[in-house]
């Protein structure tokens, strides 16, 4: 699964790249074509950036389906789980396994009508077109204001990212089925730090925070949030 990790990751990088190059872009022509500079003025005022504001919103709703489903698989999203996290952990897992399952039944319905909404709004027009078979009475679907994007292409993140996330879902559940751990993000590392300290290592989801379920692990070592050097707790 690292190849679809990676791709994912790429994906979601190189959509925030862009809406940002794109919405950086328009900010400065649109200041720039104000300025009374001969000739400047005239050639930036002849560029049209008015597909700059619908391009943006088509990359960031791509991003947030695509995030979503990293979100998923890094244990982003937050939840209120007081009641979970006083069960015991054998009907607390059962609970965290429904919640998952949960989620997974409702990206994958949602893929599924996205999908049927995607072909009926023209990707079926389209993959007909592209196999040169019969286009009668098949609808051609509209296209986007200012881009004049095919819709079928832009409301394609639907069914694509729910399927991811749908994926995701069933994957954690999977994993905490077997292992009893669920994914953490830890909120205050930044790639490519080193810690603080050497040998001092900070476990922030020890604790009773009631943010996320908290895993099936060892009692004793789940209250564990600061060793230092010599293995001793540092109060």
Known sequence: ??????????????????????????????????????GLQDWLLSINMSWAQELTIILFVWMAKFGAAYGVRTGIHVGVDVLINRLQPQLRGKFVLFGLFAG???TGIVATLGGGFVWENGAH??????????????????????LEWPTWMVYSAIPLGSSLMCFRFLQVAYSFWRTGELPHHDHGHVEGLEDAGPGVEFDGFALEDNLHPHDLKDAGEAQKSVRGEGGGKTK
């Open 125 to 146: 027009y389209a993959f007909f077109e592209l196999a040169g078979l019969s286009l009668d009475d098949v609808v051609e679907g509209p296209t986007t204001p200012d």
């Open 104 to 106: 997974a039944l409702f």
């Open 1 to 38: 699964m690292k190849f679809l990790d990676y791709l994912e990751e790429w994906l979601i990088t190189l959509l925030i790249g862009t809406a940002t190059l794109v919405t950086f872009a328009a900010v400065m022509h649109r200041y720039a074509s104000g300025f009374s500079i001969p």
